[in-house]
């Protein structure tokens, strides 16, 4: 247990993943909970008059050994859940949960915090004091001796379900894994698909082709299914995930969210979670989320007709086999199964781009290292260099070193070490589902330590010998993730509260949004998308279409992005009373009461498309909002995509980037000036990516970019602007 009660003597405090002993993880917590506690304790029944080093910095350097313990836990439940993973949240989480509720409810230790002085306006200290104060009121300091034990009660019930509800989708999405076991049923798939899947099914101890589910509603796989019967089985297989386990667990929850709302002063969960995030209120969430459903829902409808016509021209069957409709008239044809399917047929029609051969250009090594590093180096002047010699907690993980590079530490000595990105990029059956950042060690100029952070995906494993080759969305998400991890990695601040990706959601995804640009900027495109048989590099042609498909589908894409943002509010603006009804009215039968609830949010919403469009999660494998930490809050993916798409101009004004008219169909590379583009990426280094919650979130954007928001740059990028 020295491993967990000590700091790692491997570089940059890197957990010492082979001398992790699974059965000591529980003991170690709670010894890191009882001197945790006794840490606060100190300082909370300090005989000393409150001052900033003996109040809010020793808080800041308090829970040290928790902070190990839970870093290694909580990055294993996403990537490493095995059972006895799973067995370990499932006891430590309303511990945990019961820890922290006695530490926002310590009456003396608010007390104490009060009492700190108004520090210096703009500093880091300001911005702590502010933190913590928000964090104690939100977390019960303020309510009284009754109140406060029922927040206990609800907030221990929470961990405990939220816990429940991630480990029984992990099962569930396992177990509806889809065995096609006829050759008919897999026509359509490439060569190399049928091999994973087929090895997929052999892992399993089964004969066939093995289709393993992703987290949204639409499985990539329904692309390329021939076989309707196939891809229906597929499709229902993916929107029924969870159901009978999930139900029940998710309106428990709700239930509790309302309650605690009500007590912290709130009118419900969505109104409790906007007062904290910077778009300041449900009111301003809901404004954005109407000015883009109506334009999104129509061109939704547009690419539906499309599709269907598509489909009838070429006299196939539907998924539901049912008779076409005519003239609007009787069930319609085209279901929610079919629908990805015939739209792949036209965007190949009319794009003209072979999926198969434009996944030759985007090998993962050249994705990674030639692309999001290589772009990552002209902005902000820093290295990635693999670490052979340090290990991961997996095998497949990889264990990079990021340095300042070499312009940035010339004439002295050695690069200047920043912190260690891990890579685990390969799906498993442990791992859940999606991709994401997260952190071992956070950056904290107090604590003196550098951040660790790691960044997982899902992509299918290749055979031995062979390299994985991507799909252009799997691109992007290399290069969202990397600006996730660029966000922690270049943090430079005082306070480990303050650091990296610990800002509100609606802004942790600006910097991981804008960075998604550079993977089709031509210069960064043509370093990395090269054959990976003939080392070719991609054509100005191929360029051109690899851009209109990015475009393209954006109606349904976003119809059934807003259509989870609507959904999770619907959920999450229930007052108590209401959730209470749905609770008892569920009591027969939960995944009824569920689904009428859904059906009605999304029709009220008015996002339903011709019956044929689910949400991108239905509410039983809604993780972001039951299990993660984006309850009443997957709106933020879109207010902070109005911050890129508005903000990426900054880049394009400074000669960094190209713009959108200063594209042209040719071989030819645009040359950007690096002095241009180092000057971009340092301003966006200095205002954004290193401050972390240090700033003011508005100001800052207006620091960078010159103007405040716009919503026109995000319509028009999605191709929903009506003007």
Not at 26 to 49: G, K, S, Y
Not at 243 to 255: E, G, K, M, P, R
Not at 392 to 404: D, F, H, M
Request: hydrophobic fraction near 45%; charge should be negative.
């Amino acid at each position: 247990m020295d491993y967990l009660q000590n700091a790692s003597e491997l570089p940059y405090e890197l957990p010492d993943f082979a001398a992790i002993d699974l059965a000591e993880l529980v003991p170690a917590f709670r010894t890191a909970l009882v001197d945790h506690a006794a840490q606060i304790a100190a300082i909370a029944n300090n005989p000393e008059a409150p001052t900033w080093e003996n109040t809010a910095e020793a808080w800041e350097e308090s829970g040290q050994m928790l902070q190990r313990v839970l870093a290694i836990v909580f990055n294993y439940t996403g990537a490493h859940a095995t059972d006895q993973v799973r067995e370990i949240e499932a006891t430590i989480s309303p511990e945990l949960a019961r820890h922290f509720s006695e530490i926002w409810l310590n009456r003396t230790l608010w007390q104490r915090i009060c009492a700190l002085p108004e520090q210096a306006e703009g500093s880091e200290e300001e911005a702590l004091l502010r933190e913590l104060k928000k964090s104690f009121i939100r977390g019960g300091a303020e309510l009284d001796d009754d109140q406060r034990e029922r927040l206990r009660d609800i907030d221990a019930q929470l961990a405990e379900l939220t816990t429940a509800f991630g480990a029984q989708l992990q099962t569930a999405t396992e177990d509806a894994a889809v065995l096609l076991t006829d050759e008919a049923e897999v026509a359509g798939l490439s060569e190399s698909d049928k091999e994973y899947f087929a090895k997929a099914a052999t892992e399993r101890g089964e004969e066939g082709w093995l289709i393993r589910l992703g987290l949204p509603s639409i499985q990539p796989v329904l692309e390329s299914l021939d076989n309707p019967a196939a891809r229906a089985k597929v499709h229902q297989a993916s929107l029924n995930r969870a159901a009978d386990s999930n139900a029940a667990t998710l309106l428990q929850i709700v239930h509790l969210r309302a309650q605690r709302a009500e007590l912290l002063g709130f009118a419900n969960h969505a109104e409790f979670v906007a007062a904290a995030e910077t778009a300041g209120s449900l009111a301003a969430v809901e404004e954005l989320l109407n000015q883009v459903t109506p334009a999104a829902v129509a061109n939704a409808q547009g690419e539906f007709k499309r599709a269907l016509d598509k489909m009838a021209v070429s006299g196939a069957e539907s998924a539901a086999d049912t008779a076409t409709a005519e003239d609007g008239e009787g069930e319609s044809a085209l279901t929610g199964a079919d629908w990805p399917y015939w739209d792949a047929k036209l965007r190949a029609e009319e794009l003209d781009v072979d999926e198969a051969e434009l996944k030759k250009y985007f090998p993962l090594e050249q994705v990674m290292v030639d692309g999001a590093f290589f772009a990552a180096k002209r902005l902000y002047g820093i290295d990635v260099r693999e670490r052979t010699d340090l290990a991961g907690y997996a095998p497949g993980v990889r264990v990079w070193e990021v340095t300042e590079g070499a312009d940035a530490s010339e004439g002295a000595g050695a690069p200047v070490g920043i912190g260690l990105l891990l890579t685990d990029m390969y799906a498993r059956p442990t791992k859940r589902g999606g991709a994401w950042m997260n952190s071992f060690v956070e950056q904290s100029n107090l604590l003196g330590q550098a951040p660790v952070v790691v960044n997982v995906m899902n992509i299918a494993e290749p055979a031995e010998g062979e390299q994985a080759l991507l799909s252009l969305d799997e691109v992007q998400t290399v290069f969202h993730e990397f600006g996730h991890a660029l966000h922690g990695l270049l943090s430079d601040v005082r306070y480990p509260t303050l650091s990296g990706t610990n800002v509100p959601r609606d802004f942790v995804e600006f910097p991981s949004q804008i960075n998604e640009n550079w993977a089709l900027e031509p210069a960064v495109l043509h370093n990395y998308a090269r054959h990976v048989e003939t080392g070719e590099v991609i054509s100005g042609e191929f360029v051109d279409a690899i851009r209109a498909q990015a475009k393209w589908g954006q109606g349904m894409a976003t119809t059934e992005f807003l259509a989870a943002c609507w959904l999770d509010l619907a959920w999450h603006k229930l007052s108590a009373a209401e959730a209470e009804k749905l609770l008892e009215a569920a009591t027969e039968d939960a995944v009824a009461q569920v689904e009428a609830f859904e059906a009605e949010a999304l029709e009220r919403a008015g996002v339903d498309v011709n019956g044929a469009l689910a949400p991108r999660y239905r509410s039983t494998y809604f993780n972001h909002i039951f299990a993660g930490g984006y309850s009443a809050d997957y709106w933020s993916y879109l207010w902070a995509e109005v911050l890129d798409a508005d903000g990426f101009q900054a880049f394009v004004d400074t000669g960094a980037a190209v713009g959108e008219s200063g594209t042209e169909s040719n071989d030819a590379t645009p040359v950007l000036d690096d002095d241009d583009v180092r000057f971009a990426g340092e301003r966006f280094r200095r205002i954004i990516l290193s401050r972390g919650a240090s700033i003011d979130f508005e100001d800052a954007f207006w620091m960078f970019r010159g103007q405040q928001r716009s919503v026109q740059p995000l319509l028009h990028r999605r191709g929903l602007s009506q003007g």
